[in-house]
């Protein structure tokens, strides 16, 4: 139900360009499971099931080929985690979707009113207002898709270049790592549509703001000559008629945010999370192989491409929820243009009020089901977090050199000590001559093994 309305709302837009772009969209998240393929719920599920084991069978085979016939250690267990977090957020963005299908009829019908309400009420011809809304969102989807293009490209090159331990598990969770994006892009491209209705209503409360202002200030001074502006009585009850209508408008765009909320919530907690690891992870491999002295250009292209992706995806996310508020607490601002003289109509006045109080209230924030606030704030409290992780993995990795270090010395003396003592036995008649220090030479045989089994314990 959800893609045939969708679909039939796509293919009466204008512009072959946004059809296809739009189409293309669709088709990519249908495949991913993201959004329903058809409206008979059993067939999405099975879908989702099938998923579910594609996943499951992935990832045995990458414990099978990888974990076991791996060696324990720090870039071992760093790429288990980035492998788990990728399979488990994958896992969840795909119930996630599951659930919100009752949230997509809603959310569809929403952004119908919006677009019906300024077309009736603003005098907004709806084919102009849907040519910026559709350059922006097809330069979006083109955008996005080049960057993943180019990403995944540069990625899978080195990948077949060079052996890394972020590229061992890649072709491994691949599938998961476009499905986490693409249920990013489907994210995206709701708020893009918020911020592009909620910049319009406030451009249009700004204007009937200055001409309130003008309005009430009287004369306009330019240079040394008075313009005397006048404004016909219908004008100015036209404006006031449009507060009641932004009100309600602005109130469907609030309801919109919490459906938004509500259907995105546990998916943008997941996202935020592995683009986390993943940016964190990477940019530890980045340092070390800055410090090798073998530096390996592949490794450091690979990793940058990995951690630059999440990177930008973490900052899209972001940008665009703080954008959101951005517009919510600028409308609050423009409103005070709205208020008239003192002794000017009460009603009004108090619907104006009103309204100001309602922006106070329901700003337009996005979070991840109440944890954090997407805003860009959230990245920089990210930046000490990243830092804190990076100096604690980097203390581990010096440990574990140091480790290394010390079992190879222990292993050194090992051999070399036995071998002294098996030339030293191999004389002839060395033991019938010195009997008393062959037994030393045992004692201290035994010695050495014990301390080097002690050390490598340790």
Known sequence: MFLRKVVSKVMRSEGALYKT?????????AIFALIPITKICMIYEMFIILWVIAIIGMSYEAISQYFIQNESGLNSLISSILFMAHVVGHLAVLMESWKMRKYRIPLFEKFVYLEKTMEDNFKVSLSSWWKSLNNRVVAFIWIFIS?????????????FNVESNAGSLYLYSLQSFLALQFKTFEFLIAI?????????????INEIGERNLERIFGNVIVGEEKIIKVYSPRQEQEDEGHIGIYKTAYNELYATICLINAAYGWSLLTLTAVYFIDFVCNTFWILVALLDVNRNYYVLLQNGCFALLAFMLLSFMCWYCDKADYESRYIGCFISKLVKQPLGNKRYNDLVSEFSIQTLHQRFIITAKEFFTLNLGLLGSMVAAIVTYLVILIQFMFTEKNNRQRIHEAKMLETTTSMAIIALQNVTGFNDKYPTVADNLNDIARAVNHTVLANIKN
């Open 147 to 159: 960057m993943l293009i180019f990403a995944h490209g540069l990625i899978i090159w080195t990948t």
């Open 192 to 204: 893009i549509h918020i911020n592009y209705h909620a910049q319009r209503m406030r451009e249009l």
């Open 21 to 29: 772009t739009m189409l293309l969209s669709y088709f990519i998240q």
